[in-house]
């Protein structure tokens, strides 16, 4: 254990019972150049657990933390918080790092075994004076804050995470500022961080809890609590003294309080009968209400409505708070100038960083883009093709505006031929690399125009785009110059046409730019278009050199051999068979979601999808995919970003399960994450511009 404890302790104290791999801990006697190390005993013989180099650098600042929350606690009226904070005490959550510690080991002391082998004040405190006695607690902690930080933000790095908390002094609450700050801006513009309930912060929570023996950090953190328990003792966690022993155990009493109350079991539907000879039938009506009917021997009917969710009395006279964000509110304002200062843009070194970030929000703008144009035209007329093609973000409208006008314009330049749209059908986004590509070109286009315009280097211009969030409309109100550099921004955004992009660009007058705007940019919440804005668009778009473009390309397409067409026609069928067992899936989860939501949704495009094989050879399906409510004869319904997943192999076992098919509707959200999945039990990482979803 911490501090030198034996095994047995450890075992003592974490009630543990595996008592065949015990292993024995020890501090080793290391100079300060070779760093912090600790010795274990397995199978009789001594190894050293591998030495962290970075030790020294972060140790003693973590030590100086751990000493300040052992100074708050009562050791000499409990001792046994000394053995807690030296096993339990975490800097990981949503407060500052010794309120941090002091939650954490006050959560381990309520969740103490009945008996415990008594400690006498003077050891205890002997014990907690002493930087050596939180030699694992600051390697844990360091790795928890790093792990959190490398989850909360998907494209961070080890070094650049290191870098942000060495600059906090370990305060994950300054450290996520600083990086977001550091991506976006000015710290008014930041949007809101490390909220307790999004799903985002709570896997983050989890995967910084795996490197401690902290039990219940999630729980700790993102909990609420009934405001007549967290009142009383607020003052004393925020005021920085001596905690008394009275307070502890107040604490105590909240962190073993379950709010909100936890609600009724529900029912199971189904038809029953009892000994008297009634008959109940209880059905679902939809998501936590149900309909019980009993009908007597006499033939007399009841039907009565329950809810399983918890009665609005309590919850609506005190829905509880959470305890980290009551501790986090005082130090939300010291957050300014350290942010300000520190601010990781200008260094090269996070150039990665605020690239990938750009890349997410990029990727938000073809969600939207997808969402605004007709879900039939992207599908059954193979307009998706074109905004998978050379529908590119950059252009004289704003980026979602640009994507869809620059994918009309191609699509109807550069059609499809009719023989081969025949062949395809409808199509979706089955493959999310193709989305990532275009995303890519995009981004590169944009960058490149930025650099043109401002002669400014790759660093600079992403500063940039990060400072302005894409708003470069102060950037297109030059003359034809800004369609020069367009037009040079398309060679580096590798445009599968640049010529021809190049002189639509350069025909664009300032009347059709205000003309194309009007019918495209002042879109409102949910606005799609209708088919025959669509066609007016592509009127205005192509100025009748439609077919001279077209037949221009297709003439240089090569006749392929019969064997790759045998090969093109097998990965058809392929995509199809795929697609329509895709689709079917998404319909039924759909039909299962509008029962509880008490609506019927419509499918529109699939997002993108991703894979992974598991055991017993079962392959676990991640979807993104576009839905509405299903009104019948209007095509115009706003489109809302879905995300689902389900099996190959359908789990029997449904009440054991863990593997239970779910969509869920995906909350806009301006950072997106997304990754593939990892695990059964992997986080559930959206494709497309989302943030962490879990099932909850």
Request: proline share 5%; with cysteine.
């Amino acid at each position: 254990s911490r501090g030198g404890w034996s095994f047995w302790n450890m075992q003592r104290n974490r009630g543990l019972s595996a008592a065949s791999t015990s292993t024995n801990w020890v501090l080793s006697a290391t100079t300060k150049n070779e760093g912090y190390s600790i010795w274990t005993s397995a199978g009789g013989e001594w190894r050293p657990r591998p030495t962290d180099a970075h030790a020294p650098a972060y140790y003693h600042d973590l030590a100086e933390l751990y000493l300040e929350a052992a100074r708050r606690l009562p050791i000499a009226d409990i001792p046994y918080l000394a053995d807690c904070i030296s096993i339990s005490g975490l800097a990981v959550g949503l407060a500052d790092p010794v309120t941090n510690i002091v939650l954490t080991t006050i959560n381990a002391f309520a969740k103490r075994p009945s008996y415990v082998r008594p400690l006498k004040p003077d050891d205890a405190l002997e014990k907690i004076s002493k930087k050596t006695t939180f030699v694992v607690g600051a390697r844990d902690s360091r790795t928890g804050l790093i792990k959190f930080l490398l989850c909360y933000f998907r494209n961070l790095t080890q070094d650049q995470a290191e870098k942000c908390l060495d600059v906090a002094g370990h305060h994950l609450p300054l450290a996520v500022r600083l990086v977001e700050v550091g991506r976006w801006g000015s710290e008014s513009e930041v949007v809101p961080l490390l909220q307790p309930d999004a799903a985002r912060t709570r896997t983050a929570l989890r995967q910084a809890a795996k490197c401690s023996n902290t039990d219940g950090l999630v729980r700790l953190m993102t909990w609420r609590y009934p405001r007549r328990l967290l009142d009383p003792v607020l003052d004393d966690l925020r005021g920085g003294k001596q905690l008394t022993a009275d307070c502890i155990y107040k604490i105590c009493d909240l962190l073993r309080c379950s709010w909100p109350p936890e609600p009724t079991p529900a029912p199971t539907p189904g038809v029953y009968r009892d000994n008297s000879g009634n008959v109940t039938t209880i059905t679902k009506i939809r998501k936590d209400v149900f309909a019980t009917t009993t009908v007597s021997k006499d033939l007399v009917a009841t039907t009565t409505i329950t809810s399983t969710c918890p009665s609005n009395g309590d919850c609506a006279r005190d829905d509880g708070v959470h305890l980290s964000t009551e501790l986090g509110t005082e130090i939300s304002s010291g957050v300014n100038s350290t942010t300000a200062e520190s601010a990781p843009r200008e260094n090269p070194d996070f150039l990665p960083l605020l690239k990938m970030s750009l890349l997410d929000t990029v990727h938000g703008f073809y969600i939207d883009a997808l969402g605004i144009l007709p879900s039939q035209a992207l599908r059954d007329r193979h307009l998706l093709r074109a905004v998978l093609t050379a529908g590119h973000c950059y252009g004289p409208w704003d980026p979602v505006s640009n994507i869809i006008l620059n994918s009309i314009w191609y699509d109807a330049v550069f059609p499809l031929s009719d023989d081969v749209a025949n062949q395809i059908g409808a199509a979706d986004i089955l493959d999310a690399r193709s989305m990532t590509r275009v995303e890519s070109c995009s981004l590169d286009g944009l960058v490149a125009f930025v650099r043109y315009t401002y002669s400014i280097s790759e660093q600079e211009a992403v500063v940039l785009l990060c400072q302005h969030r894409f708003n470069l409309s102060y950037m297109l109100q030059g003359p034809k110059k800004i369609f020069f550099n367009l037009a040079s921004a398309v060679l580096v955004a590798k445009h599968p046409q640049p010529a021809a992009f190049g002189d639509f660009l350069n025909s664009l007058t300032p009347a059709k730019l205000v003309r194309l705007r009007s019918l495209v940019s002042d879109r409102g919440l949910g606005y799609v278009l209708s088919g025959d804005t669509l066609v007016r668009l592509k009127k205005m778009l192509t100025n009748g050199i439609t077919c001279v473009a077209a037949a221009a390309v297709q003439s240089m397409a090569p006749d392929l051999p019969q064997s790759a067409l045998e090969t093109l026609s097998a990965r058809r069928e392929t995509f199809k068979s795929q697609q329509d067992y895709v689709r079917t899936k998404l319909e039924s989860l759909l039909l299962d979601y509008g029962r509880n939501k008490g609506h019927l949704y419509r499918l529109g495009i699939v997002c993108g999808v991703t894979t992974a094989r598991y055991h017993l050879y079962s392959t676990c399906y991640h979807v993104n995919f576009l839905a509405s409510t299903d009104v019948p004869n209007d095509s115009t319904r706003p489109w809302a970003l879905f995300f689902a997943e389900f099996w190959s192999i359908v789990d029997l076992r449904v009440e054991e399960s863990t593997n239970v098919p779910f969509c869920c509707h995906v909350r806009d959200s301006f950072n997106a994450y997304s990754s593939k999945p990892s695990s059964v039990s992997a986080i559930k990482l959206l494709l497309l511009y989302t943030t962490l979803t879990e099932r909850e």
